[in-house]
């Protein structure tokens, strides 16, 4: 499969080039000459390309944004905007050249990945941004940058090591981990794993299944429906608040080690112990709802 380019207009920003007239703007360019790497240039590109018949896709970002967005469409639209910054017009050129797309096919998967030479690893960087069909399923990982997902109705799966991950109106299962990081998800539908090392976990307007947890951060989760999956949220240092739907018929099982249990639900045949624990069946019973936290609050509602 071969891209279709089209180059949008882009922009070069020279610390250090020629200006049109002495003065202050003279003063400035001798100043940022003296300082290493103080050419910046970018280009963006726009790429179209037929989506696979298996309507999955795999990308893989390195350094910079990355955003997925499903719209009513056939094909794929890729607009990579890539920026460097080098000690010269002429060596930042070479870099910017030198970061390109790869991108291999098959009859079910198209797989893109942003290329970056070591290099231009301390100065380059690709922001991707992808409009797809609705009914893409994606895989999505990334090193150092945001990633976005929204408006899908496929299963999808997002990896950032060091970058925050935001997921809007996605009907499908959902998987995504960061280690640093901030996990938003938002009028979701589906099964629901997020998992964050460092960073907190936000969660509104889901429907089905929930399954998150953090080293070290708050959840916070308001759900619209529950299935019988149910709900397992843990965290070791930060207080943990969910919200259910009016009525919910679920099991409940709440732990603190350190902290205080905060619970407006009715529970028939409640029972609790000095360890920090509280149990007992809300409605009828059914769906298991598991809240762990070391140290923090537990606010159920």
């Given at each position: 499969?071969?891209?279709?380019?089209?180059?949008?207009e882009g922009?070069?920003?020279?610390?250090?080039?020629?200006?049109?007239?002495?003065?202050?703007?003279?003063?400035?360019?001798?100043?940022?000459?003296?300082?290493?790497?103080?050419e910046?240039?970018?280009?963006?590109?726009?790429?179209?390309?037929?989506?696979?018949?298996?309507?999955?896709?795999?990308?893989?970002?390195?350094?910079?944004?990355?955003?997925?967005v499903?719209?009513?469409?056939?094909?794929?639209?890729?607009?990579?905007?890539?920026?460097?910054?080098?000690?010269?017009?002429?060596?930042?050129?070479?870099?910017?050249?030198?970061?390109?797309?790869?991108?291999?096919?098959?009859a079910?998967?198209?797989e893109?990945?942003?290329?970056?030479?070591?290099?231009?690893?301390?100065?380059?960087?690709?922001?991707?941004?992808?409009?797809?069909?609705?009914?893409?399923?994606?895989?999505?990982?990334?090193?150092?940058?945001k990633?976005?997902l929204?408006?899908?109705?496929?299963?999808?799966?997002?990896?950032?090591?060091?970058?925050?991950?935001?997921?809007?109106?996605?009907?499908?299962?959902?998987d995504?981990?960061?280690?640093?990081?901030?996990?938003?998800?938002k009028?979701?539908?589906?099964?629901?794993?997020?998992?964050?090392?460092?960073g907190?976990?936000?969660?509104?307007?889901?429907?089905?299944?929930?399954?998150?947890?953090?080293?070290?951060?708050?959840?916070?989760?308001?759900?619209?429906?529950?299935?019988?999956?149910?709900?397992?949220?843990?965290?070791?240092?930060?207080?943990?608040?969910?919200?259910?739907?009016?009525?919910?018929?679920?099991?409940?099982?709440?732990?603190?080690?350190n902290?205080?249990?905060?619970?407006?639900?009715?529970?028939?045949d409640?029972?609790?112990?000095?360890?920090?624990?509280?149990?007992?069946?809300?409605?009828?019973g059914?769906?298991?709802?598991c809240?762990?936290?070391?140290?923090?609050?537990?606010?159920?509602?």
């Amino acid at each position: 499969m071969k891209f279709h380019t089209t180059h949008a207009e882009g922009s070069k920003v020279g610390l250090g080039s020629k200006g049109r007239g002495p003065g202050f703007g003279g003063l400035l360019r001798s100043l940022f000459s003296r300082i290493p790497w103080g050419e910046a240039q970018t280009e963006e590109q726009i790429l179209v390309v037929p989506a696979p018949l298996g309507r999955a896709i795999s990308i893989r970002n390195a350094i910079g944004r990355t955003r997925v967005v499903g719209e009513e469409r056939d094909d794929i639209e890729v607009r990579i905007t890539k920026s460097v910054r080098a000690e010269c017009e002429d060596m930042a050129a070479k870099l910017l050249e030198a970061i390109h797309l790869q991108n291999s096919e098959s009859a079910d998967v198209l797989e893109i990945e942003v290329q970056i030479p070591r290099k231009c690893s301390r100065h380059g960087l690709a922001h991707l941004e992808l409009r797809v069909p609705r009914d893409t399923s994606v895989a999505l990982s990334s090193t150092n940058g945001k990633i976005c997902l929204e408006g899908l109705n496929r299963p999808i799966r997002a990896r950032s090591s060091n970058g925050s991950v935001s997921i809007f109106e996605v009907i499908g299962d959902i998987d995504v981990t960061t280690a640093n990081a901030k996990v938003a998800c938002k009028c979701t539908h589906g099964h629901l794993r997020a998992r964050s090392s460092n960073g907190k976990i936000e969660v509104s307007r889901h429907q089905g299944s929930l399954d998150a947890s953090t080293s070290n951060g708050v959840i916070k989760a308001s759900l619209d429906s529950l299935n019988e999956l149910g709900v397992s949220l843990t965290t070791t240092n930060g207080r943990i608040a969910l919200e259910l739907p009016d009525k919910p018929d679920a099991d409940v099982d709440i732990r603190v080690e350190n902290g205080h249990i905060r619970n407006d639900l009715e529970l028939t045949d409640e029972a609790g112990d000095a360890s920090g624990r509280v149990r007992g069946r809300a409605g009828q019973g059914g769906a298991p709802i598991c809240l762990k936290t070391s140290n923090g609050t537990v606010s159920l509602r």
